[in-house]
């Protein structure tokens, strides 16, 4: 299950790098943190649609 999990956070990751060049450290790390795999599914398919990182709602 780690690995899925991984797979996803990668997955977002690249989509988020690919819409805004980079990534803050403070995202990344609650990214990280995540052990959802439907969370990051969810925050994968805001990340598709979003137009700046507060898109995300990860406050």
Known sequence: MEG????????????LNHHFE???????KRIE???????LDALALKAMDATALSDLDMN
């Open 33 to 39: 943190a995540i052990n959802n795999a439907s969370e």
């Open 4 to 15: 899925l999990i991984q797979g996803k956070r990668e997955t977002l990751l690249l989509l």
């Open 22 to 28: 980079s990534v803050p450290s403070e995202l990344l």
